[in-house]
């Protein structure tokens, strides 16, 4: 077992969804119940052969790459199948496992107008498969297909299932995120040509880097380039927005997974590739990195409270909360690229469940303004109390997830990295800590007029609105768990993502002190 | 005989027109032939005339089996094109004659017949980058056979003729894949290109078909009086037609001249490939014509024309980047910019594919702005793009053709609602749109690739910028990639009506070609096929 484990159980995992796909076209539309069954199995499958890695995986030596295989491929271009796993990528990737079995499971009584679930549950395959390989890809040119891989199904989730602006949405993610990694795509090519490598892999490129000497001018460009395209996905502040409207318009099941775990294609490709690659580069860009996060999370924040639909609010929240991910980056530190990499999971499962919410509420009230919502308490009390339950995570409330997300980052700003100016870092910590207050207020605020009070004279009677359904409570209850025991036991993702984590801050530590010593020096 | 001795052998090293008459007095030396080498092209020739013996004889009754007969043809022209491919040797036909001081044909008796020596540059040659291209120009023939079939049968155009022509066009295109010589050259874009004139205004009548053929024949004739004018120049200053020997003659030059020369010839070429500002016949010719044959000009005849620019720039101007590559810079970056611009705006599909195959022609000229660097590079990023263009452009086409049987229209709108009553339909068009857009899996992100990456490999400041030109380019490419997406994904069809399209076999089996080449490209290691180590420009030497 563990031999087929090694050699084909990242394969395996991440072409299964595909797999089920590819079955799913050859079936008549018509059929729906086994497209469901398909879907959902496929991805169970994908999801226990995940488990068996999770459970083969060696956590004592977390820095390794693990399963990996490296197989050529693309000779021609000297790009290589190879993909393994490390404490870096298994959080996510175990996000991922979790959250798309899930999306199918509420899917079964909530797919969205116009119907035709078996294009829509393909979709949701392949996209599946393309946030995988992303993940465990450790080749340039793999990593980029996958990256782009995701855009495609997501376009046509949003344009098609989406609400009245759906159009302009789509296309407004889709030329947004393909700028970005036009970009990037001439940075990793420049990145191969510049060094003189054979290869597209992760671990050889940055040995290249290290071993010849690269004009820092030249590094930073590349770099620039990498910004852009992981930037644009996370969204970085003033690239952000395309996300509040893809938000708004997708159906829900493109929200969650939107929230859950494509915006982390991002900033994973920043701490997987472009600050251990390029960490003269990084230093440099860091100031400027904490600077757009610190107004992320401010602008965020304002944003949020200037929304009067839930679903935009909880889209603009994002954008907050992905700004202390970009800050905790952005010390260039072990402690703060570890709560970036938790922020992360943390985000994608306080955030997919608020979604999840949003999409239900939106179900019985077909409408998501929130001076027109109010007293789900009453009408639907269940739902009602998760809604505050996830408010209070989204927060950062201490003893659930949010809080190890949002908490260490700031701290790390009080004392970045060494070659980064340590007063503005702490400048940032403060515009930061600020930003959590506001976050207690527009979340308040949405909890209050939506769940608190009386329902509206308009929906007191409505037969519609009645409270949770089976398939919500079995999407949600494993998201409301993992909250809180990742608020109680944060070790179970600090304790797999340090190893590779400290591996690369000190690389970012020691070309910082490399900097600090000329700087000195001259 | 002069003409032919010309074609064969090349022309003497001396330009002065004393010694040409000398020769064509002189004894004629035969050239040795390689047979296998000339096997494809003689097979499509004998196999069209076969074609056009059966018309007459048959007449009416042998009318419906023209298309798969052609089809067929070029299928077994592929069968060498495949054992020499296997045989792996570069083989060099029509070499120069050697002559002594006194400008007399030097001879050598062999197996007691008296041969000419020749001077091993050939004017024909048979490599791995012709073999590539002979293959995708019978592929791709093969396929626009199949996407004519039912759409001549039904409008009951003169098919038999047309399908003549169309391997006339083909055998054309063969001969220039192996053309080293300003003359072979010319002969084989004119075979190429007389019968698209006439396959344009195949729709007699129909004043848009009318129209289009006028304009590119006009159009054509034009450019090919301009390259000939710079094709003339060219043998002025080198006296040899032959690509190798330019080369050589070539180096040190004056600029003024040689500029023109240079100029001349490409913008000659610059017509066949639709670069701007010499476009301006695409969009029109391209709605007007009938569709199959638009698809064969926007993918055999410009690709057929972008080999004689490959040709002709790196074997014969190899030395002279500096003169050719700031011209190809301008020409690429105005020609992938401002066919995206326009291409935006326009609402009919076929005159939207027209100016995006404009802009396509920008992103594979790129690799040639930095050919003087990188020579191989640019020479296998040219092929491979020109290949996964073929497949993606090709199949697109034919999702238009097939659609067009239902919806009678060639306007983007139309097209709406596809995705309910031709589902497979909607997946093959979205795979080439996406391809076309560059978006991994599909194979036209290995295309762009291979073009970037020719262009930083060169590591200059130009090649960086027109990168970044290009990677910008690829956004505004997506949009209107897109908004047909958009259409036949989002829209619901127009009046509702959601009756299925009967797609003919001939349309499937072109879209199962085109489908399974396109991805292939973009997963896996096919894009070896178009790997070239040594390049044209290495192998025109002996």
Redesign the interface.
Known sequence: MSEFLLDWGITAMVFLPLVGALIM?VIP?SDEETHKTIALAATVATAVIGVLLLLDFDYDNTRTLQFAVDR??????NARYFVALDGMSLPLVALTLLVVPLVIIYSWNHIPSPG?PK?FLILILVLHTGMLGTFVAQDL?LF???F??V??PM??MI??WGGEQ??YA??KF??YT??GS??M??SF??L???TGSVTFSIPGLIEEVAANDIALSTQVLIFGGMFMGFGIKVPMFPFHTWLPDAHTQAPTQGSVILAAVLLKLGTYGFVRIALPILPEAAIEWAPWIGLLACIGIIYGALGCLAQTDMKRLIAFSSVAHMGYVMLGIATLTDFGINAAIFGMVAHGLITGMLFFIAGSVKDRYHTLEIKRLGGLLVQAPHMGWILGFTTMASLGLPGLAGFWGEFPAILAAYQPASGLDTTLFRVYMVVAAIGTVLAAAYLLWLLQRTAFGTPSEEFKDDPEIHDMVPTEYVAWIPLLILIVVLGFVPGLVFDVTNGPVTAVADALEAAGSAAAGTAIGE | MLLASLVASGVPASPQLPSLLAQADAPFYRPPIDWHAFAPELILLGWGALVTVVDIIGLERTRRFMAPLTGIGFLIAMIPVLTLWDADTTRVLFQGLVLDDAGNVVTEVVGGETVAVRDGIGAYIVDQYALVLKGLFLLSGYVIVLLSTNYMAEGDYHDSEYYQLISAAVLGMMVMTSARDLISIFVALELMSIPAYLMAAWRKRDLKSNEAGLKYMLMGVFASAIMLYGMSLLYGVAGDTRLAVIAESIGGESQAVLTLAVLFTIIGFGFKVSAVPFHTWAPDTYEGAPTPLTAFLAVASKAAGFVALVSIVLVAFPDRSDVVEPFMWVLAVATMTIGNLIALRQTNIVRMLAYSGVAQAGYILAPLAVYGTVPTSAQ?AVV?YLVVYAAMNLGAFAVVIAAARKTRSGEIESFGGM?NYA?GLT?AM?VFL?SL?G???MGG??A???V??AL??A?TTAG?AL??VA??N??FA??YY??V??HI??MPAPDGDNSKVSVPPALTAALAITVVVTMAF?V??L??V??FAPGVGDLAQP
Do not use: C, H, Q
């Open positions: 076209m539309g050529s491929w693309i000779d021609v271009i035709n294009v040119v980029f297909v996958f782009e891989v855009l495609l376009y046509f344009g098609v759906r159009m789509s296309i889709f030329l393909l700028f036009a970009l795509l001439v090519l420049a191969y040509w510049v | 296998t491979t995705l589902p997946a979205t996406f857009a978006i991994p899996p992100w290995l762009k690739w291979r970037f990456s930083l490999e590591d960086v990168a970044v990677a910008v690829t956004v997506a949009y897109l908004n997406a958009r994904w989002f973009g896996s290691n894009a070896n178009a790997d």
